[in-house]
């Protein structure tokens, strides 16, 4: 009984999530099925899934005797959505006191009640990986997370961890409360080469997949340009990259403005966070050592009026100077993979969302897919096992009813869901 409907979920049927470990074989019939890889779409396709993992894809397929099918002939069926990056911990975070509210009221295990919720939501709207780029205070309670999806404890999507991210002393908050008043913080706040190598260890000892670091803050827009302050000397976050690929991790920075994106490219990191103050230059250096991009287009546009009313108008600002940036990139062929930043905003809106924003910014809807499958895949090293529709990979595979390569927004209506050859949605 690998292949179960587990949509009773919802109704708390907690007993009814147990995985088995018999492997059975499922029949897809796919009325339209995009394949992201040729960036075209194929008609009257069946895939043939075995345990995990999917066998063939093929016209018709050679299905074992006594194959369940699931008829998905009136359906676009495609790879399970990736999103790189998102903070399961967060609830939104519009605000510095929605922030600060979340550290000072609410407990680590009452944030890791909610991300439960927050990973099903993720799950049920199609998204079967995600990256976690920090706990913002939460300690490891990511990996508990993490933990509890693989062992089949709650439904939610396959999660890469970065447990918490690196800045400096007095560079993140919680800041502005009174010296007498211990505060907690949102990262791991650590200074200098040393103490950040021995951090890098001791995240990667309890469970980080990736590291994060902040590569910059105080963003401010001059001659057009968004610029920033750069919160690490080099040598710091060039010990912090080397470090952690020489345990094999990769690195994610966070970088808004010029100056952030610029040190953490010369630092060496792996993925480039956000990223409003790309120039061609940048974007050139980018490609040159394929650095990866992960823009989180919708947070801003969904952040910017709370924050600009809250007296932070660059915020308001950033927007346009994301469009920008974004339409610079896809020109450019940068490797833009698919991020919302979701528990910036709360878990209660569809991450799909930024889909319909990269296909206004300059992305074709395929070219969207394809950041959300194939490059958000090859962005985790997971190009092998994630990413696509194709003999050999998980069976991570969603549909909806309508065709997304005409109207992008029928990502936000994904109505079937498998992962990993089991089904959470139908
Ligand atoms: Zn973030």
Same mark, same amino acid.
């Given at each position: 009984m ?19 470990a ?9 009325g ?40 998905l ?8 959505l ?16 929605d ?12 944030r ?11 799950l ?20 508990d ?22 800045a400096?002393?007095?560079m993140y ?114 490609? @040159?050592?394929? /650095?990866?991009?992960?823009? *989180?287009?919708?947070?801003g $546009?969904?952040? =910017?009026?709370?924050?600009? !009313? %809250? ?44 889909? @319909?924003y990269? /296909?206004?910014?300059?992305? *074709?809807?395929?070219?969207? $897919?394809?950041? =959300?499958?194939?490059?958000? !895949? %090859? ?30 927004t ?7 869901v ?9």
């Amino acid at each position: 009984m690998r292949s179960i409907v587990i949509s009773l979920w919802l109704a708390g049927a907690a007993g009814a999530w147990a995985q088995s470990a018999e492997p059975k074989s499922v029949v897809i019939k796919a009325g339209r099925l995009i394949d992201v890889r040729a960036g075209r779409v194929l008609e009257n396709q069946q895939i043939l899934v075995e345990g995990e993992r999917i066998r063939q894809v093929a016209a018709a397929v050679n299905a074992p005797a006594g194959a369940e099918t699931i008829d998905l002939t009136r359906a676009t069926v495609m790879p399970g959505l990736i999103d790189n990056h998102v903070h399961v911990m967060l609830q939104g975070d519009v605000t510095e006191a929605d922030y600060d509210e979340q550290l000072l009221k609410e407990s680590t295990p009452y944030r890791a009640i909610r991300a439960t919720v927050a990973v099903r939501n993720a799950l049920m709207n199609g998204f079967t990986t995600m990256r976690d780029l920090e706990t913002e205070g939460a300690m490891y309670a990511d990996v508990d997370v993490k933990k509890a999806i693989e062992r089949g404890v709650i439904p939610g999507p396959r999660l890469f961890v970065s447990t918490r991210a690196f800045a400096p002393t007095g560079m993140y908050p919680l800041l502005g409360y009174s010296w007498e008043l211990k505060m907690p913080e949102g990262v791991d706040v650590t200074d200098g080469v040393d103490n950040l190598r021995h951090a890098v260890r001791e995240q990667v000892k309890y469970g980080a997949d990736w590291i994060k670091y902040y590569s910059d803050r105080g963003y401010f827009l001059k001659d057009g340009v968004l610029h920033s302050k750069v919160n690490y000397r080099l040598e710091e976050s060039k010990a912090l990259v080397e470090e952690t690929h020489r345990l094999g991790h990769k690195v994610a920075a966070h970088a808004m403005g010029r100056e952030g994106i610029e040190a953490a490219l010369d630092s060496g990191v792996d993925t480039i966070e956000h990223g409003d103050g790309l120039d061609e230059a940048l974007i050139d250096r980018m490609v @040159s050592k394929g /650095v990866y991009w992960c823009p *989180t287009i919708f947070i801003g $546009i969904y952040d =910017a009026p709370g924050r600009t !009313a %809250a007296g932070a108008p660059i915020w308001t600002a950033m927007m346009g100077v994301m469009q920008n940036a974004f339409a610079l990139g896809v020109k450019k062929g940068v490797k833009i993979s698919f991020g919302t930043d979701v528990g910036g905003f709360p878990w209660t809106v569809n991450q799909a969302k930024e889909f @319909s924003y990269m /296909v206004k910014y300059g992305m *074709t809807p395929m070219q969207a $897919i394809q950041a =959300a499958t194939l490059v958000g !895949a %090859a962005l985790l090293d997971e190009q092998e096992n994630l990413g696509a529709i194709e003999a050999g990979k998980m069976a991570d595979i969603v549909a909806v009813s309508g065709d997304p390569l005409s109207d992008v927004t029928e990502l936000e209506r994904v109505k079937f869901v498998m992962k990993a050859g089991v089904v959470y949605k139908r």
